[in-house]
Each structure stands twice: as structure tokens, then as C-alpha cells.
């Protein structure tokens, strides 16, 4: 076993000697591979795109929510104020403050019905 790690010890430094001074890129089997290399390297360009792609629009979806939820907050506040303004002791209240002749009705209305018969 001593000679098999003294062979692979012995192997890394050859790899690693080579990977240093270039040789083992000249050699013929990577020379081969280039093309398979090449299709690597654009597939890691092409996953690394699309991870940022996909972060950009997590963000840019998160913002929206949180701009809906602001919106949301803002239509409730603002349909209670017309919910308060709009009652009717408010609306008699704000017509005498603008001077208004206007009166409230004294009998209440009546319902009009209209009967429509077929042949």
C-alpha cells in the first residue's frame, strides 16, 4: 500500500507541476475536451444569468406586494372618512356650515310602483 500512495503522491505533483507551468493544457487530451469545456462554460454563464434574473424579479415581485398592501391600507382609510363624512347628521352639519337653504325632508319617501301587465 506504501507504493500506491508514494505512485499518487507521485501523480498529484506531476498534475499539479503541469497545471503550474502550463504543460498539462498543451497535452492532447485536453485539447479534446476544449469543445466540452467551452459547453460548460456557457452553461455556468447561462445559470448564473438566470439565478440574477430570477432574484431581480423576486425583488422587484416583493415590492409590488408591499406597494399593494400600502395601497390597500390607504383605500380602507380613505373609504372610513367618506364612510364618517357621508352620514347624515354629518352631511346636515357641513350643509348649515356653508350656509345652505337646503332642509331635510319632513315626510319620508314614498315608493312608486308600476305594475306592467302581459296579454
Do not use: C, W
Amino acid at each position: 500500500m506504501s507504493e500506491k500512495s508514494k505512485i499518487t503522491k507521485k501523480e498529484i505533483k506531476a498534475t499539479i507541476r503541469g497545471f503550474v507551468n502550463g504543460s498539462i493544457v498543451a497535452s492532447d487530451i485536453v485539447r479534446k475536451q476544449i469543445p466540452f469545456i467551452i459547453v460548460l462554460f456557457v452553461l455556468g454563464l447561462v445559470y448564473i444569468s438566470n439565478r440574477f434574473h430570477a432574484e431581480k424579479v423576486f425583488r422587484e415581485t416583493e415590492e409590488t406586494q408591499k406597494q399593494i398592501e400600502d395601497l390597500r391600507a390607504e383605500k380602507i382609510e380613505i373609504q372610513s372618512q367618506l364612510m364618517t363624512s357621508s352620514r347624515r347628521g354629518k352631511v346636515l352639519k357641513m350643509l348649515e356650515e356653508k350656509g345652505s337653504t337646503l332642509q331635510e325632508s319632513a315626510t319620508p319617501p314614498k315608493k312608486i310602483t308600476y305594475n306592467i301587465e302581459t296579454e
